[in-house]
């Protein structure tokens, strides 16, 4: 369970809060990635995440539950078709959070929240490898921790130690440097050695 | 209703403003190799718009 929220609520009154969370998370799903300042993205990591896995569940009650959240039929439909398919092996963290520099106007620190692509084979592989040998990146978030992710989880697990980071990194260096050869066009080879050393440096 | 008994003489005024003070931001050079500015921390850098080698930002 998310832990819960703290402070006052995002608008003023819980009404306006679940509202604007509902419709943050309405454009969550329907563009796959949104600009939004730093608190509303944290606020919603939880509630997207949660309504992710009723998409995995995918019976009509999930589906029921899901709509009185998000009203819009349409993309509550692409969330069950598309993207609780996509994360059938994923357990947890289906979204990224990226901070990007504060707004111009009122200097409001803002975030890129996003879904993270489907684990990929190898990514799938190294997560049932740490699960079977029980080491300290098998539970819960094991699979992502494994597979380069250490981006959203650094912000989700904060008791997690630089030390393991860092090994976890080592472990994923490969899986990014390849990541970043097929997706970058422009100059995959120096882009993935550039991306190889970043994270054995750091 | 309290108020001032003396005008507060041009000394009192900059010795109380002597104590503003901006900070320099805490930057770090980006990790991109094409890149290699300074940006903040834990943030997209704002001029390659990488994070972790990621696109975040389109520049």
């Keep these: 369970m998310p832990t819960p929220t703290k402070g006052p609520r995002l608008g003023g009154s819980p009404a306006h809060e679940r509202l604007m969370l509902a419709n943050l998370a309405t454009s969550l799903f329907e563009h796959g990635r949104i600009t939004t300042t730093e608190t509303k993205a944290k606020r919603l990591r939880p509630l997207a995440e949660k309504l992710v896995t009723f998409a995995k569940r995918g019976d009509l009650h999930a589906r029921r539950q899901v709509m009185t959240t998000i009203r819009d039929k349409d993309v509550v439909h692409t969330l069950f078709a598309e993207i609780g398919p996509r994360y059938e092996n994923r357990p947890g963290g289906y979204t990224r959070i990226t901070k990007v520099g504060p707004r111009k106007g009122d200097n409001a620190p803002m975030a890129v929240i996003e879904l993270v692509e489907a684990l990929t084979v190898g990514q799938q592989a190294v997560g049932e490898a740490e699960r079977a040998r029980g080491t300290q990146f098998a539970s819960g978030a094991g699979a992502s921790a494994a597979s380069g992710e250490v981006t959203a989880d650094a912000v989700e697990t904060a008791e997690d130690t630089v030390a393991e980071d860092t090994v976890a990194e080592d472990v994923a260096a490969d899986d990014v440097a390849e990541e970043a050869a097929a997706e970058d066009v422009e100059a995959p080879a120096a882009d993935a050695d550039a991306d190889a050393e970043g994270t054995d440096a750091r | ?59």
């Design chain 2, 1 to 59: 209703m309290a108020v001032p008994k003396r005008k507060m003489s041009r000394a009192n005024t900059r010795s109380r403003r002597s104590m503003w003070k901006a900070s320099a931001p805490t930057l770090s050079p980006c990790p991109n190799r094409a890149c290699g500015e300074l940006k903040p921390p834990h943030q997209a850098c704002p001029t390659c718009g990488q994070y972790d080698g990621r696109q975040v930002l389109s520049v």
